[in-house]
């Protein structure tokens, strides 16, 4: 259970993510953890991803042992199995898939990794990733609308703090409304982000 914002520019990208786990001990009971970071750095940048915890976990673990980004497909599709032996058919498991930026010849680039393919993501891109069957944008449609037209480089901003405090008010605004109408999402968040000199992470605490 997952809320991702992800937006690509020409010169660089964010990527942030809530915190909140969610454990299915059964097919109704669950365990909340409203303390995990589900963004985590390796050596091109930033990784995430929705859908199954463990399948995104144990798919990092390659990566950061050296596995090729070409092997991610295969890699992911790998662990799913696994996991569904471990066990047993589940949604959660099925619809698993990762985030993650790489360098590129035009800078950082935005990839999302399926079982069989890798898309990478052109500039001007938004992308938001979120629980089954829930409604993100009727929670939070005007504050999304906005961030989406106001997706610009980093260049057009005079300093490297002017740049993440403008879009980190602006994803604080959509968590703060997520979290409000969704229970499993916290208003608290993990935030990235890259260009091609600089790549840090921050935890927001996002306080009322």
């Known amino acids: 259970m997952t809320f991702i914002i992800a937006m690509q520019a ?7 993510a ?7 001990s059964n ?13 985590h750095d390796w050596s091109g940048g930033v990784f995430t991803g929705t859908g199954e915890y463990g399948v995104v976990q144990h798919t990092l673990g390659h990566l950061i042992h050296g596995a090729a980004l070409s092997s991610l497909p295969a890699l992911l599709a790998h662990e799913k199995e696994h996991r569904r032996q471990e066990a047993g058919p589940n949604e959660q498991i099925d619809i698993t898939r990762l985030i993650l930026s790489a360098p590129t010849p035009h800078g950082p680039r935005l990839h999302i990794v399926t079982d069989d393919a890798i898309e990478q993501i052109g500039p001007g891109e938004l992308l938001m990733f979120f629980p089954l069957d829930y409604d993100f944008f009727a929670a939070s449609s005007e504050a999304i609308s906005d961030l989406n037209a106001t997706l610009r480089p980093k260049s057009a901003f005079a300093t490297l703090d002017e740049w993440i405090s403008f879009y980190a008010g602006k994803f604080a605004e ?7 109408n969704n229970e499993l999402i916290s208003r608290s ?3 990235h982000f890259q260009a091609e000199e600089q790549s840090l992470m921050f935890f927001a605490e996002n306080s009322p």
């Open 10 to 16: 020409e010169d660089s990208l964010i990527v942030s």
């Open 189 to 191: 968040f993990h935030v």
């Open 174 to 180: 959509i968590y703060t409304l997520q979290s409000e």
């Open 27 to 39: 097919r109704t009971a669950f365990r909340r953890n409203i303390a995990s970071r589900k963004l």
């Open 18 to 24: 809530d915190n909140t786990t969610i454990a299915f």
